[in-house]
């Protein structure tokens, strides 16, 4: 849709009158600037002004097959058409359980039971809900603690919301932290000085351990992780840490949750990176985000046969999981997701992922030598600047805002990035080529540059 200038300044005040945006910043409420982005075309969005730009985030990291994609819009019509929506309480329909299905054929181990959500929130609300009402069948009631990590990002819902470790977002709203306990920050980058990656990770390991041992492993229920620290920073954990941190938990009873909501469906060139990135087969992954490309809200969590048999049948002492949403395996979501894991396959989308990775990571690794940049970390299609004044500092807490200084650079020279604080995160549409994955670099190398001049 193109807007006149006339209306847009309409909608404009429409949006800064009535819209409340997620993270809200309350001081500027109702007198904010956005860019309105009004369409888009494979990697390029187009701004309501008519400018072209690369989306670097790909959305909120989620917009795998790009934009303008008319197989998975078609695709969602004919099921509107057909059955756009169906009670899922009492009643199936088929999309969903095909996806269901779709689905357990992808992940490792025994991960079948495919809970639906609404998105990558609930998936975690979900999974933690699953997980007390288990221990509640087996007669644990007191197993009830789920560790988490300084910096992780889990979600939005009371639940999930306690479950993320960025002090940041912590200020203002009420926490659970009788069901939550943190563990120290994992990125490698702001180890101790002198310390080997080896000392680190045993550090990091034992962290995990202690606390379960202090905890009481008879109170931990489980614990989450992603598998790369994604809104916090793409902090990617030394080598091994998964493995063994699932090793510990298992040693200990406490389950393993893997919070894909970003990296699965191909983000890191696999379905999921637990397995094949990881070398680990958790207890439960959620995912959203990249499952329908962003098309339609959908999300999951994918749990082991083991847990649901634990306390199904005979052993389910009549318990009903009480936990489900109107909207549990939309209908149209589902044609969405399956639509786009047929175009995966047949485009060989992980196989190009795989392909394209050393490409991006090497663009990724040369910008370490920019002397404004602390760290240049990533994995896969994901990646980050961080341009901490001082990389050993905690650079959420640094209210420098270079970021934003960097992505107004890239956005004058047709590229949007994702500012967090000091830090600048992307993760293209999973199509994107190795010429266009230049073009991207190129412009964030140069934006970087002019921001070093900016702050002399
Ligand atoms: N988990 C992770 C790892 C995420 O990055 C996000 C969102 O960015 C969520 C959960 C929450 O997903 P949603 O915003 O779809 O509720």
């Known amino acids: 849709m193109t807007l006149t200038n006339t209306r847009f300044q309409d909608v404009r005040e429409w949006d800064n009158a009535h819209f409340i945006h997620p993270w809200e910043g309350m001081p500027f409420l109702g007198e904010n600037e956005r860019t309105f982005v009004e369409g888009g075309e494979g990697i ?18 989620c917009v795998q097959v790009g934009y303008g994609n008319t197989e998975i819009a078609e695709a969602m019509a004919h099921q509107a058409r057909e059955m756009a929506y169906f009670s899922p309480f009492n009643n199936a329909n088929s999309a969903p359980a095909r996806l269901a299905h779709e689905i357990a054929q992808r992940t490792s181990g025994d991960l079948n039971q495919v809970f639906f959500t609404t998105g990558g929130s609930t998936a975690v609300d979900s999974a933690v809900r699953f997980i007390k009402f288990r221990n509640n069948i087996m007669d644990r009631p007191e197993k009830k603690i789920v560790i ?34 943190f563990l120290p920050n994992v990125n490698p980058c702001q180890r101790a000085e002198g310390q080997s990656i080896e000392a680190f990770l045993d550090e990091k390991v034992a962290d995990l351990e202690s606390a ?13 992780a992603e598998p790369i620290l994604c809104s916090g920073g793409v902090i990617v954990p030394p080598k091994g840490y998964h493995k063994r ?21 191909g983000r890191l060139g696999h379905w999921f990176a637990s397995e094949d990135v990881f070398d680990i087969v958790p207890d439960i992954i959620t995912c959203a985000k990249g499952m329908t490309s962003g098309y339609v809200p959908m999300g999951a969590c994918i749990i082991s046969d083991r847990l649901v048999a634990d306390i199904s049948g005979d052993k389910a002492k009549g318990a009903t999981f009480s936990n489900g949403f109107t909207y549990s395996g939309h209908p149209v979501s589902a044609a969405a997701a399956l639509k786009n894991m047929e175009i995966f396959e047949r485009d060989g989308i992980l196989e190009h992922v795989r392909e394209i990775t050393p490409v991006f990571e090497s663009r990724l690794k040369a ?3 920019l002397p404004l940049v602390g760290d240049a970390r990533g994995q896969g299609l994901l990646g ?6 001082d990389a050993k500092a905690d650079d959420l807490e640094q209210d420098k805002n270079i970021g934003a200084m960097i992505d107004a650079h890239c956005q004058a020279q047709g590229l949007i990035l994702r500012p967090i604080i000091n830090m600048c995160v992307f993760s293209p549409p999973l199509i994107i080529s190795e010429t266009q994955i230049h ?18």
């Open 44 to 61: 390029y969005v187009t701004t309501e002004a008519g400018d072209r730009l690369i989306d670097g985030p790909a959305g909120m990291w």
């Open 148 to 181: 988490s990590r300084q910096k992780a990002y889990h979600g939005s819902t009371y639940l999930a919301a306690s479950l993320s470790g960025k002090e940041r977002d912590k200020g203002w709203l009420d926490q659970a932290t009788h069901l939550t306990h």
């Open 212 to 224: 379960i041992l202090e905890i009481g492993s008879d109170k931990v229920a489980a614990f989450i």
């Open 245 to 265: 941190c699932l090793e510990v938990c298992h040693k200990h009873d406490v389950l393993y949750i893997s919070d894909e909501v970003v990296t699965g469906f």
């Open 367 to 369: 910008l370490s030598d």
């Open 384 to 389: 980050c600047v961080d341009c901490a004044v």
């Open 439 to 456: 073009d991207m670099y190129d412009i964030i190398d140069k934006s970087i540059r002019m921001t070093t001049d900016d702050l002399v």
